[in-house]
Nanobody, 121 residues
Framework: QVQLVESGGGLVQAGGSLTLSCAAS????????MGWYRQAPGKQREYVAT???????TYADSVKGRFTISRDNAKNTVYLQMNSLKPEDTGVYSC???????????????WGQGTQVTVSA
């Protein structure tokens, strides 16, 4: 089994900061890309940021310059540092991990359960 455990969500005022983390554990041989997505109430899930195994990053235009994605490969953990938060950043943030299972050697995309981020005006 593979599990993703997310933490770090919460309530913050506009202009504030939060850091999300997502730790992968279980039967993992290797992790390729890791990323974050979010879903606002009444809207579809949208892409936020991704980081490759060699540390290359990409961001949605809406978060560029405010959010930073990083990873700790020794801990199988991805982070999302969110600064200058806006009310429109409110939503459920979910991590996404592209991994290779240890025994089956199968490639699989695994999602976290999501963590709520609420930004008040």
């Amino acid at each position: 089994q593979v599990q993703l455990v997310e933490s770090g969500g919460g309530l913050v005022q506009a202009g504030g900061s939060l850091t999300l983390s997502c730790a992968a554990s279980g039967s993992i041989l290797n992790i390729n890309g890791m990323g974050w997505y979010r879903q606002a109430p009444g809207k579809q899930r949208e892409y936020v940021a991704t980081i490759t195994s060699d540390g290359s990053t990409t961001y949605a235009d809406s978060v560029k310059g405010r959010f930073t994605i990083s990873r700790d490969n020794a801990k199988n953990t991805v982070y999302l540092q969110m600064n200058s938060l806006k009310p429109e950043d409110t939503g459920v943030y979910s991590c996404n991990v592209d991994l290779i299972r240890r025994y089956s050697r199968r490639n699989e995309i695994v999602w976290g359960q999501g963590t709520q981020v609420t930004v008040s005006a």
